[in-house]
């Protein structure tokens, strides 16, 4: 910056001395124009050398400083200098551009609380340094303080701003037993929050890594363009030198020729060729990341605006994952003892629906019984041991697994409604079911008509569940019978990204927990309500932290918009240069000119580049906001550990 201030005074300096006061102050245009060339040039020519010593690269700041050099020689410095100070005032805004949309995550950093309120085994609380807390404090947290770590609420209630992490505008209900996360605002009420994370393994501390991760992670277009940038610079060059000689040849003397030269440089330089696509990558990584969506680099955001599938899991992802049992059915008739024995069950899993079963003991305020010995069986249910042998439940593959029968009437009534159906048994006799049903998000339908109307080709539902529950929530959705597929094992899931995957770009989006491989498999693995969940944050290419679906059609249009402004800023850019270099070879392009072409071009892709930071992605919509507002969200939830039953009506 400073450099850059010197350069301009020394180009004001050779103005005022040159044609402002010819006379009486004429030493100041030696002077002005020593200065640009010191200041503006010696940085340029420094960074041009350490890069071809260090890494072997020929830049654009070398070409810069040729070109200056050569109008110094034939007797135009002031051309030369009005060059350097063009381009050290770009390479300025540049820097402090590109800087914005790096300091736009990095401002998270100044969320987080210094220290904490520590309560001691005695009973008393002392403040102390945030970065001293460890797994297992507890802290307590007073109306209007930020979260200092990432924990669990031991007691209290009341409404947490999360807008710092999932993007939400709109406060959430928490209650004992829900996950907090640093940086966080406690609305009301007084909470004695567990720590689970340290400051240095918190959610915010590694939205952060996550997102420079990414900004380093160069995307394919960005790795084109760099290495385009390098060969280039060196054609140039090259071709700056031919182009001396054929001036010459053709009858210019060599002050003439080497300033035709010189002017091509300037003109043929790639400056903006190569800035305009990290200056949106950039932008667009950072606005995405304040609306609460995580890209795992470029390449993630430049495939997923090249997908015209998405696939989608149904349970805890089109649907809000908080079932509710709808139906019991005791073939003994006692409805208390058969939910006794299925809670002590399901009380070793912490899958949606193992929750649902819980809350229904709840409800009815029944005893469990001792269940020991449990063992999940991925994909169709779990098993374990009470006082009087084995006992089971899951869907009907484990009926079937295990040689039961399910033809009794009231079995066949409560299997013929579109809901899910636990079945709890022991060996090859039934004991009874119970009907679980899940609602589709409040958001779900309006993302998928978003998506449709941005253009996806194909949208399609998997689930395990039966094919009416599938047929009952994709009918909610606007989904056609055909873009359901039920009955789908985890495998299965897997097998259906691929054979979407040989006929275009598929994106897939699931919970990040139970559907890791299908994630994987996809161009364009998408994890919803990842907030917390390190599993989720690992397994997919991109993150959703809340679990406000229309962030997703936000963040595909967002891709979208950045793969167009890349076009356009290439389109400007090599129009600019094309535009420069014919003026250049065949008309009297001036030196001075071909500059302020040049340098207005590489300031004006960066621009058009940064409008992606004011993306609508950092906003949320009302509708979204009042469905937030109206149902506990589910993303604060602790990840579900890898034991848990995946029935496959609850893999979906």
């Not at 010197?6 to 005022?16: C, D, E, N, S």
């Not at 009087?388 to 899951?394: F, H, I, K, Q």
């Not at 003026?583 to 960066?606: D, K, R």
């Amino acid at each position: 910056m400073v450099l850059s201030q010197a350069t301009v005074l020394g180009m004001v300096l050779a103005i005022v001395g040159r044609w402002l006061f010819g006379g009486e102050l004429a030493f100041l245009d030696p002077l002005g124009l020593a200065l640009v060339y010191v200041a503006g040039g010696m940085p340029a020519a420094w960074r041009a050398l350490v890069a071809l010593w260090r890494e072997r690269i020929l830049d654009i700041d070398l070409l810069m400083v040729v070109a200056a050099i050569a109008a110094a020689v034939v007797g135009a410095p002031f051309e030369g200098a009005v060059l350097l100070t063009l381009f050290s005032i770009s390479t300025t805004l540049e820097h402090r551009a590109l800087g914005r949309a790096r300091r736009a995550i990095e401002a998270l950093m100044a969320l987080r609380p210094e220290t904490a309120l520590r309560k001691r085994t005695d009973g008393r609380v002392e403040e102390v340094p945030a970065a001293e807390l460890a797994v297992g404090d507890v802290v307590v947290l007073r109306p209007g303080a930020r979260v200092p770590a990432d924990g669990v609420i031991m007691s209290g209630r009341g409404g947490i701003d999360e807008a710092n992490i999932t993007g939400e505008s709109m406060p959430v209900s928490k209650e004992p037993g829900e996950q907090v996360f640093e940086a966080t605002v406690n609305l009301d009420g007084v909470l004695e929050v567990s720590v689970t994370r340290t400051v240095g393994d918190s959610t915010i501390a590694r939205m952060i890594l996550l997102v420079t991760e990414a900004q380093a992670a160069k995307a394919p277009s960005e790795r084109f363009s760099s290495w385009f940038g390098q060969r280039y610079t060196v054609a140039v060059l090259v071709g700056a030198m031919l182009a001396f000689a054929a001036f010459y040849w053709l009858g210019r003397d060599w002050e003439e020729a080497l300033y035709k030269a010189a002017t091509l440089l300037v003109a043929a330089s790639p400056c903006a060729i190569v800035i305009s696509v990290p200056a949106a990558i950039l932008s667009a990584l950072s606005a995405a990341a304040r609306g609460g969506v995580l890209f795992k680099g470029g390449a993630a955001l430049e495939t997923l605006a090249a997908v015209d599938t998405f696939a989608f899991d149904k349970t805890g992802t089109l649907t809000t994952g908080r079932a509710a049992v709808t139906q019991v059915v005791a073939l003994d008739g006692d409805e208390d003892r058969f939910l006794s024995l299925l809670g002590g069950l399901e009380a070793h899993s912490e899958h949606h629906i193992a929750a649902a079963i819980r809350r229904e003991v709840a409800t009815r305020d029944l005893n469990i019984a001792n269940v020991v010995d449990v063992n999940a069986r991925p994909g169709v249910g779990i098993e374990g041991f009470d006082a009087l042998g084995p006992v089971w439940a899951g869907n009907s593959y484990l009926v079937e697994e295990m040689g039961a029968r399910i033809d009794r009437p009231e079995l066949q009534k409560i299997a013929g409604n579109a809901q899910t159906v636990i079945y709890l048994g022991r060996g090859a006799t039934v004991l009874g079911a119970v009907s679980v049903a899940d609602e589709t998000r409040p958001s779900s339908a309006a993302a998928l008509a978003a998506l449709r109307d941005s253009g996806v080709r194909r949208i399609v539902m998997m689930t395990g569940d039966r094919k009416p529950v599938a047929l009952r929530i994709g009918a909610e959705l606007g989904l056609k019978p055909e873009e359901i597929h039920a009955g789908m094992l985890p495998h299965d899931k897997v097998r259906e990204v691929g054979e979407l995957a040989a006929t275009g770009k598929v994106a897939f989006v699931g919970d990040g927990v139970n559907d890791a491989a299908a994630l994987a498999r996809a161009d364009v693995g998408i994890a919803m309500g990842a907030a917390g969940s390190d599993v989720a944050l690992q397994a997919a290419d991109v993150a959703l932290l809340s679990e406000d679906m229309e962030r997703l059609a936000q963040a595909h249009r967002l891709a979208r918009r950045t793969a167009s402004i890349i076009r356009q800023n290439l389109v400007v850019a090599i129009g600019a240069m094309v535009v420069l270099v014919t003026g250049g070879l065949f008309f009297n392009l001036p030196l001075p000119l071909a500059v302020i072409g040049h340098e207005g071009g590489t300031v004006l892709v960066v621009l058009n580049g940064l409008r992606l930071l004011s993306d609508p992605i950092r906003r949320v919509t009302a509708g979204s906001a009042a469905g937030q507002l109206s149902t506990v969200v589910q993303s604060s939830a602790p990840a579900k550990p890898a034991t848990d039953h995946e029935i496959p009506e609850h893999t979906s």
